[in-house]
Every structure is written in C-alpha cells, then in structure tokens.
C-alpha cells in the first residue's frame, strides 16, 4: 500500500554522542572540548555521605523508619526505608513540593549513602504519606520528635509558640482563604509551631487551615506537649511559655489561662497593642511618683520537615559547636559538593568537588563533624551480640 515508497527518517544526531572523541563547543567564553563521562556515578550533593555518617552513628533514621506505621502488602511496593529516605533527601534540599523529587531520581550515590535500594517517585511518596492517616501519624511523629530534643531539655528553658502563614499554589487539602498578609487573596495553611527558644529546635508543628490561624487552635497540641514533657524531678517542663502578639488578644488569654494555670505553668503573652491598650499602658508612665529603674531577647511532611530541620541542626553543633549555623544558609555549604564515586575491589571511594564560595571552611568543619562522631562511638554502649 505504498510503504515501499516511504523514505526512513534520518537521526537528528549521527553517531554516538559518548565515544571516545571530544565534542567540540564554541562557547561565549570560547571552545570548549566535552566529553561524556556515563561509566560513573555522580550526586549533586556529595557531602550527603558526612551526614549520612551522622545518621548511622546516632541511629535516629533506623529508628525512625522502625517505628513508621506505613505498611505494604504487594510485593512490588517500595519499603518503608526508600520512601522515608526519598522524604528526607528532598527536604534536606530544600524542595517544597512532591513534583520536584523527580530531580533526585537518578541520584544513585545518594541512595547508596542513605541505604536505600532507590529514590522513588513522586507518586509513591505521595501515596505513601496519604496511607498514614493523622492519628497515626501523630502517635509516629510526636515521640519522634520530642526524642531528638528532649536531652537538650535538662536545664531551665523556654517553650516559643508561634503561626506563621503558609502561602498555597495548588489544591491542597485544608487550603482556605484567610488571613495571608504576604499574599491576600491566596490560600494558605496555619504552622502553629512550638519551639526551644534559643536553641531553636522544633518540638511540634500543627498545620491548620488557612481559617484557623487564630493561635487559639493550638491550645490542644501545647497542652498535650506539656503533659509528654512531665512534672517533677525526671520532667522536662519548660520554664516559661512564651508567645507573639498573636496569642494577646482576650478570648485567646482566658483560653490559654485555663490551659496553663491548670498544669501550674508559668506563660508569658504578648500584648496587641491596639490604641486603648497603648493608653492604658502609658498612664503608670504619666504618674510622677513612679521611677525608671536603670537600663541593663500537610500534617505528616510538615513534622517530617520539622524533624529533619532537628537533626541538620544536630550536625551543624557538631560542625561549629561554639555558633548556631542557620539552616538555610549551611547547607549549600555542607551539602553541596560534586561527588563522583568510583567501585574497585569492592570498594567506593567518592571524589568530592566543592561548589560553595567558601570552600575553605569545608575541612575544618567536616574534620569537627568527625571528631563529635568518634567521641559518641568511643563512650556509647557498644551491643556486639543480640539476646536471641
């Protein structure tokens, strides 16, 4: 029927793009001779392999996964490891979205350090975390989390309270219009978030909808906090909680008054100062009998996050234990480095090549990290045989 007739389309590209010979590229700085390197291995993020270090040594990952309830029963369905692990790789860069886990799938490197056998997609990471349902995923990630900052707790401190306004672009469950003031219009979740203050470490986060912003809706998450923490000698209760100007109006006071003086709980609330509270507070200053003394600080993937934000926080103390290194700006320093990883012998030896301005504080961070590590493995119990 006139097949025969048809011409066979030619390649767009004759001959093999990976041979031996180099391509030659003319560039706006000038030419430049490529050649295809495909026999190894490379990630982005080739420092992984010094917190991967950290995770093994502490064993907060293995625990963490052991405790997950996400539960499979296909035998082609990923394991809990791989979904948990493909989770913390794109928060630890920085992804905000499932769609962008579709960059990570390649990284083999990554997935060797991590001991997954694989970066799964972003449809099984969605249906993964949507099988866990919220008390479950309370009674998962609340011991989670207060365990990797309840050591920390052994001395005087204050619990911080906190809304903050997640802006939405999809269709997100719970996305609401409400109080946005970066974005109006815009629907948004609520993070009611419960901190260490100074430390900066993260005890809880209750993702809300954009209606609820009102710091009232966290009331039932901070008093069961404070019962986890506990009273007495062995508890961890804080010294003081402490909130914003967003816990200071009247309905939220008596709310929270209820909450705190019940447990005997020292607070401290920021006022709203609206015009009639500015004058109430500027008569005591108008009296001329009073004195100045003198001058002399998702639900799941959202507690996932926060948990992860603990342990980088963890590694960076240990990288620069007299300064608290921010998170946002320490891991394109500790993360991002080509790696290029070699087998020989049955051995990897990975080639790392720094990619931050600052690559001359590298070693002797990384060397700190190393030196924190052994001291934990010289005095930790070491298990060499398991009661049958």
């Known amino acids: 029927m006139g097949e025969s007739k048809r011409k066979p389309k030619g390649a767009l590209v004759r001959g093999d793009v990976h041979g031996a010979e180099p391509e030659v590229v003319d560039t706006l700085g000038g030419r430049m001779h490529v050649r295809w390197d495909s026999g190894a291995a490379s990630t982005p993020h080739g420092q992984l392999v010094f917190f991967a270090e950290f995770l093994a040594a502490t064993g907060v990952f293995d625990r963490w996964v052991a405790d997950c309830p996400l539960t499979y029963s296909s035998g082609n369905a990923p394991t809990q490891r791989d979904v948990l692990g493909t989770l913390m790789r794109g928060l630890l860069a920085g992804h905000r979205r499932y769609a962008h886990i579709t960059a990570l799938r390649g990284d083999v490197v990554a997935a060797q350090a ?21 008390p479950a995923s309370t009674a998962w990630m609340g011991p989670a989390l207060l365990h990797s900052v309840r050591e920390a707790l052994d001395k005087p401190w204050v619990l911080d309270i906190d809304a903050s306004i ?10 609401a219009l409400g109080y946005n003031p970066g974005k109006p219009g815009r629907p948004s979740h609520v993070l009611h978030t419960v901190w260490v203050g100074n430390l900066r470490l993260v005890l809880d986060v209750q993702v ?37 100007s967003g816990y200071g109006n009247e309905g939220i006071l008596l709310e929270l008054e209820l909450e705190l003086e019940s447990r005997g709980q020292p607070y401290l609330l920021r006022m ?53 290194m921010e998170a946002i700006t320490s891991r394109p320093l500790l993360l991002a480095a080509v790696g290029r990883a070699a087998h020989s012998g049955g051995q990897t030896t990975l080639y790392l090549t720094p990619m931050h301005g600052k690559a001359y504080l590298l070693k002797p961070l990384i060397a700190n990290i190393q030196a924190a590590l052994q001291h934990v493995k010289a005095v930790a119990e070491q298990f060499k045989t398991a009661d049958p």
């Open 166 to 175: 997640k802006p939405l672009y999809g269709h997100q469950v719970g996305a």
């Open 208 to 244: 809300s909808s954009g209606k609820q912003h009102a710091s009232v809706h966290a009331k039932a998450a901070l008093g069961r906090l404070l019962d986890e923490l506990g009273d007495g000698p062995a508890g961890r209760r804080p010294a003081l909680v402490r909130g914003d």
């Open 114 to 134: 991590l001991g997954l056998n694989r970066i799964v997609s972003e449809d099984a990471l969605r249906r993964a975390l949507e099988r866990i349902d919220e």
């Open 272 to 324: 709203r100062q609206t015009a009639n509270v500015q004058r109430l507070v500027a008569m005591p200053f108008a009296r001329q009998d009073w004195s100045r003394p003198d001058s002399q600080g998702g639900q799941t993937t959202a507690r996932a996050r926060a948990l992860v934000y603990n342990w980088w926080s963890w590694y960076c103390r240990a990288a620069h234990p007299r300064a608290r």
